[in-house]
């Protein structure tokens, strides 16, 4: 199937700093290329590959599991370190918890994460009943385009695959166990106004993970896709600031790296 106008994923060839994004499920690269680019223009190697099953129709998405969305983060993660002298992983969303297993498994070859409105949890009643449930109903409502910002739209599905959904639960358990083993540098930013992703979930990732270097930050104007509302800038600041902050011998203090 033809990917979706604007969901095709993103690469920059900059300098010996790398950035690998990860969206979130049922989105695509959209809700995170303006800050690939943001990132590029400073010089790094950004980047934003596009999970299977997605940016096309849900239908495709309904064949798919977490293993083959983790599969294709962790094949852009190797990339970038044979590639990059450091390299960071920033997630949104279902992107936040790959980023964070990606951390897990990969040790001190990841030097730092940023997560935005993370998830750890698939929340509700009717998560209990998804493992019979998708064998009768594929579908239900889509989360995609949580937005305060007027006029601004997620490319996303407007259903979520009952399959997939089943599969999503099953892996944020799977990183829940694994969220000890997080050692890395964290900035956590998330919304008190998300619909998709509740508080609890940041929460509960920031009590289990063993980083010692936190920070938290709350995203007070903006609902869940926060890369493309009102604060947006402000997560991309915040990034690049911590990319400074941990490779300061490698970004340059013109706001390019070595080799950009």
């Given amino acids: ?71 294709e ?19 949104l969303s279902m992107g936040g918890a790959l980023a ?23 929340h509700g009643v009717a998560a209990h009943a998804l493992p019979v449930v998708r064998h009768f109903v594929r579908t239900t409502n889509g989360i995609a385009s949580d937005i305060a910002k007027e006029g601004v739209t997620e490319i996303g599905y407007d259903k979520v695959p009952l399959h997939a959904a089943h599969s999503l639960r099953r892996f944020f358990r799977t990183v829940d ?20 992703v509740p508080p609890a979930d940041s929460a509960r990732i920031l009590s289990r993970v063993s980083s010692t270097d936190v920070r938290e930050i709350l995203l007070e104007q903006s609902y869940h896709v926060a890369t493309l509302d009102h604060d947006a800038e402000r997560i991309f600041e915040e990034s690049w600031a911590f990319v400074g902050r941990l ?7 013109k706001g390019s790296t070595s080799g950009g």
Avoid at 247 to 253: F, H, K, L, M, Y
């Fill in 1 to 71: 199937m033809p990917v979706l106008p604007g969901a095709e994923p993103y690469r920059h060839e900059g300098g010996e700093v790398g950035v690998l994004l990860c969206h979130g499920f049922t989105g695509s690269p959209q809700s995170l290329r303006p800050w690939a680019e943001y990132l590029a223009e400073r010089g790094l190697t950004v980047s934003l590959p596009l999970l299977p099953g997605h940016g096309t129709r849900w239908e495709d998405m309904q064949l798919t599991t977490w293993q083959d969305w983790y599969a």
């Fill in 73 to 91: 983060v962790d094949r852009a993660l190797r990339e970038l370190l044979a590639r990059c002298e450091r390299v960071f992983v920033f997630g």
């Fill in 100 to 122: 964070l297993r990606l951390a897990a498994k990969h040790g001190d070859a990841v030097q730092g994460l940023v997560l935005v409105n993370p998830g750890n949890k698939v």
């Fill in 177 to 196: 166990a694994e969220l000890p083993q997080v050692t890395q540098p964290i900035v956590l930013l998330h919304s008190p106004g998300d619909h998709v």
């Fill in 247 to 253: 490779a300061p011998d490698v970004v340059g203090e």
